[in-house]
């Protein structure tokens, strides 16, 4: 069973910058389609940006030139780095594993929760 595992969230200011990592505890890493979303109180989850295998990025428009989402295929790592935060960025991020054919979503991780406040 894959586990995704989260790590790097917390409390930042306005302005700050946090990067997220998620770590893909499976064999085989580098055929998914990694990604993030978010879930804030009382909203819908939304996604905030995925990666393709081959490298392909997509992003939320509200995180577009403040957020970069990157992976490392050697270390099984996919990482959001998150720039420019705004209070409104304030929500549980949780890892995805998706399939690159199907687009399903494979596996989540426990989230890890991100507090833009001063």
């Known amino acids: 069973q894959v586990q995704l595992v989260e790590s790097g969230g917390g409390l930042v200011q306005p302005g700050g910058s946090l990067r997220l990592s998620c770590a893909h505890s499976?064999?085989?890493?580098?055929?998914?389609?990694m990604g993030w979303y978010r879930q804030a109180p009382g909203k819908q989850r939304e996604l905030v940006a995925d990666?393709?295998?081959?490298?392909?990025?997509n992003y939320a428009d509200s995180v577009k030139g403040r957020f970069t989402i990157s992976r490392d295929n050697p270390k099984k790592t996919v990482y959001l780095q998150m720039n420019s935060l705004k209070p409104e960025d304030t929500a549980v991020y949780s890892c995805?594993?998706?399939?690159?054919?199907?687009?399903?979503?494979?596996?989540w991780g426990q989230g890890t929760q991100v507090t833009v406040s001063s």
């Open positions: 990666i393709t295998s081959g490298g392909s990025t």
């Open positions: 499976g064999s085989i890493f580098s055929i998914y389609t």
């Open positions: 995805i594993a998706k399939s690159s054919i199907t687009g399903t979503i494979n596996y």
